[in-house]
């Protein structure tokens, strides 16, 4: 379900007189212009407006070259394409999503923890958390299990325009820093906001239109980041997890991932025989073990 909270109902009209200066000039891939009324339309009304096919499929839009979803408005004059879940821009759009609805997970198992950002990235996606202790390998089996139970429930993806001062206020209350340190560095006086389920947060998006096109996802593993890659910085706990549209697709890249570790040259090494690993020595150092008899130690660069 689409929610626009910042403009009335679709009002698509043809451009016969219409003052030009007070509309939106859409160009379709196949060269047909659309003309809306106002200073902006919302994606959703172009979509409306090309039917119930695209209604049913458009995951996404991509206009005058950036990406935008069916919940943003643009402006002015320019080229529109609508994405499929086939098109290559759509897939950063739904990993987008799915790592808000890992954090609505966490946010339920873990009510203490304070939200950094979580962005798409090549293959899947992260959402940076600082919590009171590292996520162990059951804490990552339970936050996709909640996962794939609020997307059973439904949720709702809604896009809200708040003031800075209501956005300072809101994660203000919440004790969430990392949102504040954010807020002070938009430019103008107003934020987006994201509603995925009951989760609440500052982004820019794009977003899906609804979370349900979510069919197949895998969180992966926990690792240590600084925020903003700063040493001086509190250390977070980054969540690595990936998403598809199409459940094949989930399955080949984890059979991908799963051939690769069997490559690993840090695991093929100790299983040789080829090396070792000697905790007392000090981490970084590798054993290597030579068939003359002879051993020396060789330092490399920890991964």
Known sequence: MVRVHYRPPPSFQPHDGANPEHMVRVTLPDGEEKMYTGNQVPVSEVVASLGPRWEREAVAAVYSGHTVDVHQSITGAGSIRLLRDSDEEAI??????????????VQELFPSARFAIGPPIENGFYYDFEVERPFTPEDLARIEKRMGEL?????????????KKKAREHFGKLDQVFKL???????????????????????????????????????????????????????????????????????????????????????????????????????????????????????????
């Open 181 to 303: 340190e954010l807020i002070d560095e938009i430019p103008g006086d107003t934020v987006s906001i994201y509603r995925v389920g009951s989760f609440v947060d500052l982004c820019a998006g794009p977003h899906l239109d609804r979370a349900a096109r979510i069919k197949a996802f895998k969180v992966l593993h926990a690792a240590g980041a600084y925020w903003r890659g700063d040493a001086g910085r509190p250390m977070l706990q980054r969540i690595y997890a990936t998403a598809f549209f199409k459940k094949k697709d989930l399955d080949g890249y984890l059979t991908q991932l799963a051939e690769a570790e069997k490559r690993d040259h840090r695991k093929l090494g100790r299983a040789l025989d080829l090396f070792e690993v000697k905790e007392e020595a000090g981490g970084g150092l590798v054993f290597w073990n030579l068939f003359d008899g002879r051993s020396y130690v060789r330092c490399v660069r920890s991964r």
């Open 151 to 163: 997307l059973a429930d439904g949720l709702e993806v809604e896009r809200e325009e708040w003031s």
């Open 92 to 105: 950063d759009v739904l990993r987008h999503t799915a790592a808000h609805v890992l954090a609505h997970a």
